[in-house]
């Protein structure tokens, strides 16, 4: 399973770090998406993607230079550090586990429990 800490309120401008460790499997070998889920919004957006096999990082567009994808294989643990971050970030969010980045949400193996995220402007 993933454990998800880290979250909570921060002010506009702001940086927060979210942690995911993993128990019962290795995350060195899955790819890892973040994930996060705005008030209102139905469905997860992809925040990023972390390919395992390739050691590429993929952004959204609406984080990129702004958020930070890191691995402690040694902690089996991932991290999103969240830097400059806007009223527009907050959200639910949720680091998942699966063989490829490409895979569809439903199909991730694993999934963290989710932490909120609220900026205040």
């Known amino acids: 399973r993933l454990v998800q800490s880290g979250g909570g309120l921060v002010q506009s401008g702001g940086s927060l770090r979210l942690s995911c460790a993993a128990s019962?499997?290795?995350?060195?070998?899955?790819?890892i998406g973040w994930f996060r889920q705005a008030p209102g919004q139905q469905e997860r957006e992809g925040v990023l993607?972390?390919?395992?096999?390739?050691?590429?990082?993929t952004y959204a567009d609406s984080v990129k230079g702004r958020f930070t994808f890191s691995r402690d294989n040694a902690k089996n643990t991932v991290y999103l550090q969240m830097n400059s971050l806007t009223p527009e970030d907050t959200a639910v969010y949720y680091c998942?586990?699966?063989?490829?980045?490409?895979?569809?949400?439903?199909?991730?193996?694993?999934w963290s429990q989710g932490t909120q995220v609220t900026v205040a402007s």
């Open positions: 019962g499997f290795t995350l060195e070998h899955y790819a």
């Open positions: 993607c972390d390919s395992s096999r390739t050691g590429t990082t």
């Open positions: 998942g586990a699966d063989a490829f980045c490409g895979s569809l949400i439903h199909e991730y193996d694993f």
